[in-house]
């Protein structure tokens, strides 16, 4: 139950934080304090302050405008404090989760009197490894000692050895932290791979550098933070890893997931598995071309030969199959065309097929991992036992090299293992599917498998686990129902929903058209042509103008088929990165000159143009994903054989949430006006159209 010293707290916060910034209580905002207070509050501790029971977990729709930030921050801070909880704020874009670590929180610090240390968390990939540092550049000085055990063989290059100077001059100085985002110029991922580590590279206490780890430090922060602002990926790689690896344990978190339709997707993307066969291959090769430096460097005992002689046959063995399985899948590659063809594997016959030719490699990848895991804990005893500085330094080179070698053969095991697994009669079924890459520069046929229902992961991994939880978005529900998403999500009956209407006057600020020129989305040619002449028609030349599209073919096709006059006007996706492309668009309009976009979904999330920088949004399609997408395919196989409509139950949600969203680029002030332009006259003539207009704002609607 919520105390009157907390509710006196929250309303405190909040009414100095209006206040302070001359701002007026938003009814939404107001109803998303309360009932996020109301469901943390129903937590129930047992003598040693541990959760007893189901975690409470709010899930709140807040339409655009509400004011999410602060709908959850000004109620969970001070009880995530009163329960001595971390609270990991996660988005799923980076540009929601600049916007809160660079404005949001400091602003809530600033005007609402609350007290709390707030600080942002990044994945190990982020940050300098010291140590690989220091062989990166005895690599590039030509330092025998640190050549001989790199895996990637690397030319002297004058410019990387610079670079990498600098980096250890700046980092000795204090002028660097080792977090990548704060190095002055831009980092390229080959100049950046080199010199950062994973968790099976890290030499953890072992290190030679790890009182003055940039990972390790940044860590510190985290201990000592009251609120701790994440991404989705971030906490699903943590809870892979078990939970507390990077960020607190599950039980000390009060997690808000904010635009949490993404972390059903999210949460299958960490749980999926791959194996490119070609390069698995190249990789074996190396590995055994490498065996007799290691066996140089770690040779020392009997202990070390007999583990060493178990890698070696491993090796040997997991690269006798794959060459075998990959000879016996060459009819796959010839079934694949085109350039990155994918597809799902759901025939019975087809997928026994293939489970006899992977049958093979279960075996020698288990043994594989084995044998790199044995040595690992073998060479880590070592170091810590070792005295001598000639064996640590042996030992602290090997140690990383082994730790590459085992992250790189546990998604191959986990592949097999995932595609062999028999899937339960009752439960969402694993899908499978080749994915043919023949490019000029690198061909191969990878293998994927991937869980088609985040229910059991989330379930299993967050709500089980978590000390409490709120996820938040603009689009949660279809036609007012959380019924989709919590089935999606894997809630708990015990959570507590609410729909919050966005503060905006959609009715008077926003004319929603569909044109004349408007046809059914499915009819291609006919679709395309009538794009074509909808952009020349209906955006005036000197708005700020968004077009989204569902497909870059027909992005391209719609260019080309303008006017040289309208081609000037408009910036493709493809020209600019997306920071860059919004900046030289809102410029454009600056210097008072229009700009349309043409963007597909990447631009329809997470993109804020207000004012006069929208005012003219077209969107071509209903956003349906397409046919061939394998998990989405392999569910609705499912269920169709369950006796259930797949597009009902899967295909036509998903769009509604995609429209929402790109509708929602719109309108971000309560000032602003603009049109929407529906070029997809299913919303009209389908059956399904009445529901997707019921899921949207309500517009001024205009259907010639």
Same mark, same amino acid.
């Given at each position: 139950?919520?105390?009157?010293?907390?509710?006196?707290?929250?309303?405190?916060?909040?009414?100095?934080?209006?206040?302070?910034? /001359?701002?007026?209580?938003?009814?939404?905002?107001?109803?998303?304090?309360? @009932?996020?207070?109301?469901?943390?509050?129903? +937590?129930?501790?047992?003598?040693?302050?541990?959760? @007893?029971?189901?975690?409470?977990?709010?899930?709140?729709?807040?339409?655009?405008?509400?004011?999410?930030?602060?709908?959850?921050?000004?109620?969970?801070?001070?009880?995530?404090?009163?329960?001595?909880?971390k609270?990991?704020?996660?988005?799923?874009?980076?540009?929601?989760?600049?916007?809160?670590?660079?404005? =949001?929180?400091?602003?809530?610090?600033?005007?609402?009197?609350? #007290?709390? %240390?707030?600080?942002?968390?990044?994945g190990?990939?982020?940050?300098?490894?010291?140590?690989?540092? /220091?062989?990166?550049?005895?690599?590039? #000085?030509?330092?025998?000692?640190?050549?001989?055990? $790199? #895996?990637?063989?690397?030319?002297?290059? #004058?410019?990387?050895?610079?670079?990498?100077?600098?980096?250890?001059?700046?980092?000795?100085?204090?002028?660097?932290?080792?977090?990548?985002?704060?190095?002055? =110029?831009?980092?390229?991922?080959?100049?950046?791979?080199?010199v950062?580590?994973?968790?099976?590279?890290?030499?953890?206490?072992?290190?030679?550098?790890?009182?003055?780890?940039?990972?390790?430090? *940044?860590?510190?922060?985290?201990?000592?933070?009251?609120?701790?602002? !994440?991404?989705?990926?971030?906490?699903?790689?943590?809870?892979?890893?078990?939970?507390?690896?990077?960020?607190?344990?599950?039980?000390? *978190?009060?997690?808000?997931?904010?635009?949490?339709?993404?972390?059903?997707?999210?949460?299958?993307?960490?749980?999926?598995?791959?194996?490119?066969?070609?390069?698995?291959?190249?990789?074996?090769?190396?590995?055994?071309?490498?065996?007799?430096?290691?066996?140089?460097?770690?040779?020392?005992?009997? !202990?070390?030969?007999?583990?060493? =002689?178990?890698?070696?046959?491993?090796?040997?063995?997991?690269?006798?199959?794959?060459?075998?399985?990959?000879?016996?899948?060459?009819?796959?590659?010839?079934?694949? =065309?085109?350039?990155?063809?994918? +597809?799902?594997?759901?025939?019975?016959?087809?997928?026994?097929?293939?489970?006899?030719?992977?049958?093979?490699?279960?075996?020698?990848?288990?043994?594989?991992?084995?044998?790199?895991l044995?040595?690992?804990?073998?060479?880590?005893?070592?170091?810590?036992?070792?005295?001598?500085?000639?064996e %640590?330094?042996?030992?602290?080179?090997?140690?990383?090299?082994?730790?590459?070698w085992?992250?790189?053969?546990?998604?191959?095991?986990?592949?097999?293992?995932?595609?062999?697994?028999?899937?339960?009669?009752?439960?969402?079924?694993?899908?499978?599917?080749?994915?043919?890459?023949?490019?000029?520069?690198?061909?191969?046929?990878?293998?994927?498998?991937s869980?088609?229902?985040? @229910?059991?992961?989330?379930?299993?991994?967050?709500?089980?686990?978590?000390?409490?939880?709120?996820?938040?978005?603009?689009?949660?529900?279809?036609?007012?129902?959380?019924?989709?998403?919590?089935?999606?999500?894997?809630?708990?009956? &015990? !959570?507590?929903?609410?729909?919050?209407?966005?503060?905006?006057?959609?009715?008077?600020?926003v004319?929603?058209?569909?044109?004349?020129?408007a046809?059914?989305?499915?009819?291609?040619?006919?679709?395309?042509?009538?794009?074509?002449?909808?952009?020349?028609?209906?955006?005036?030349?000197?708005?700020?103008?968004?077009?989204?599209?569902?497909?870059?073919? @027909?992005?391209?096709?719609?260019?080309?088929?303008?006017?040289?006059e309208?081609?000037?006007? +408009?910036?493709?996706?493809? !020209?600019?990165p %997306?920071?860059?492309?919004?900046?030289h668009?809102? /410029?454009?309009?600056?210097?008072?000159?229009?700009?349309?976009?043409?963007?597909?979904?990447?631009?329809?999330?997470?993109?804020?143009?207000?004012?006069?920088?929208?005012?003219?949004?077209?969107?071509?399609?209903?956003? $349906?994903?397409?046919?061939?997408?394998?998990?989405?395919?392999?569910?609705?196989?499912?269920?169709? %054989?369950?006796? &259930?409509?797949? $597009?009902?139950?899967?295909?036509?949600?998903?769009?509604?949430?995609?429209?929402?969203?790109?509708?929602?680029?719109?309108?971000?002030?309560?000032s602003?006006?603009?049109?929407?332009? $529906?070029?997809d006259?299913?919303?009209?003539?389908?059956?399904?159209?009445?529901?997707?207009?019921? &899921?949207?704002?309500?517009?001024?609607?205009?259907?010639?």
């Amino acid at each position: 139950m919520l105390s009157d010293e907390l509710k006196e707290t929250i309303q405190t916060a909040y009414s100095r934080y209006l206040d302070a910034r /001359e701002l007026k209580p938003r009814g939404g905002q107001k109803h998303m304090l309360a @009932q996020i207070a109301r469901t943390l509050s129903k +937590v129930e501790l047992s003598a040693d302050g541990l959760r @007893q029971g189901d975690a409470p977990i709010a899930v709140v729709e807040a339409g655009t405008g509400t004011g999410k930030t602060i709908g959850y921050a000004l109620s969970a801070i001070p009880l995530a404090q009163h329960y001595d909880k971390k609270l990991v704020i996660a988005t799923a874009t980076v540009a929601l989760q600049e916007q809160v670590v660079q404005k =949001d929180i400091p602003e809530i610090q600033k005007h609402s009197g609350l #007290e709390f %240390k707030a600080v942002l968390a990044k994945g190990r990939g982020r940050y300098l490894c010291l140590q690989r540092l /220091e062989q990166t550049i005895q690599m590039q #000085e030509g330092a025998v000692t640190a050549l001989s055990l $790199f #895996e990637e063989t690397m030319a002297s290059d #004058e410019a990387a050895l610079t670079l990498y100077n600098d980096m250890l001059d700046q980092f000795g100085r204090g002028e660097w932290t080792g977090d990548r985002d704060q190095w002055p =110029d831009r980092l390229e991922e080959d100049q950046w791979r080199p010199v950062t580590s994973t968790h099976r590279e890290c030499l953890n206490r072992r290190c030679p550098h790890f009182q003055n780890c940039p990972f390790y430090e *940044a860590r510190k922060d985290l201990e000592e933070a009251d609120v701790i602002i !994440a991404n989705h990926d971030l906490v699903m790689a943590d809870l892979a890893l078990g939970g507390g690896a990077i960020l607190p344990p599950p039980a000390q *978190a009060i997690y808000v997931f904010d635009e949490g339709h993404h972390l059903p997707d999210k949460g299958l993307s960490h749980f999926a598995s791959q194996l490119p066969f070609k390069s698995t291959l190249n990789q074996l090769e190396g590995w055994r071309k490498q065996m007799p430096k290691l066996r140089l460097e770690l040779g020392y005992g009997d !202990a070390e030969e007999h583990q060493l =002689d178990l890698l070696e046959r491993s090796i040997g063995d997991a690269h006798a199959s794959l060459t075998d399985a990959w000879g016996a899948l060459q009819p796959v590659r010839m079934r694949l =065309d085109g350039h990155m063809a994918t +597809v799902a594997v759901q025939e019975e016959h087809w997928l026994l097929q293939t489970k006899e030719i992977l049958a093979p490699l279960e075996s020698p990848l288990k043994q594989l991992c084995i044998a790199l895991l044995q040595l690992d804990e073998q060479v880590r005893k070592r170091l810590s036992a070792s005295q001598e500085l000639d064996e %640590k330094s042996r030992l602290e080179q090997s140690l990383p090299l082994i730790g590459r070698w085992l992250s790189r053969a546990e998604p191959a095991r986990d592949l097999v293992q995932s595609w062999l697994s028999v899937d339960p009669p009752e439960a969402p079924p694993t899908a499978r599917w080749f994915e043919n890459i023949d490019q000029p520069e690198y061909q191969d046929l990878v293998l994927n498998a991937s869980p088609v229902s985040a @229910q059991s992961i989330l379930r299993q991994h967050i709500w089980n686990r978590c000390f409490a939880s709120i996820l938040t978005s603009a689009t949660l529900t279809i036609a007012g129902e959380f019924k989709r998403f919590a089935i999606q999500a894997g809630l708990p009956d &015990s !959570a507590d929903f609410l729909r919050v209407e966005s503060p905006f006057d959609y009715q008077n600020n926003v004319t929603a058209c569909i044109p004349a020129l408007a046809c059914d989305g499915g009819l291609r040619d006919a679709h395309t042509a009538a794009m074509i002449e909808a952009v020349q028609s209906y955006l005036p030349a000197e708005t700020g103008n968004l077009v989204l599209f569902s497909s870059r073919q @027909q992005m391209n096709e719609v260019y080309r088929g303008l006017s040289e006059e309208w081609r000037e006007r +408009v910036t493709h996706q493809d !020209a600019l990165p %997306k920071n860059a492309l919004i900046r030289h668009h809102r /410029e454009r309009l600056e210097e008072g000159i229009g700009s349309t976009l043409f963007g597909l979904a990447s631009l329809a999330e997470g993109v804020d143009l207000p004012g006069n920088y929208l005012t003219h949004l077209m969107i071509a399609k209903l956003p $349906f994903a397409t046919p061939d997408d394998p998990i989405l395919s392999t569910l609705s196989l499912w269920l169709e %054989k369950r006796g &259930s409509n797949p $597009f009902q139950h899967v295909s036509l949600p998903t769009a509604i949430i995609r429209l929402v969203q790109a509708c929602g680029r719109l309108i971000r002030n309560e000032s602003d006006t603009g049109t929407i332009w $529906f070029m997809d006259r299913r919303l009209v003539e389908k059956r399904y159209g009445n529901l997707v207009r019921q &899921s949207l704002p309500a517009y001024r609607w205009r259907i010639d």
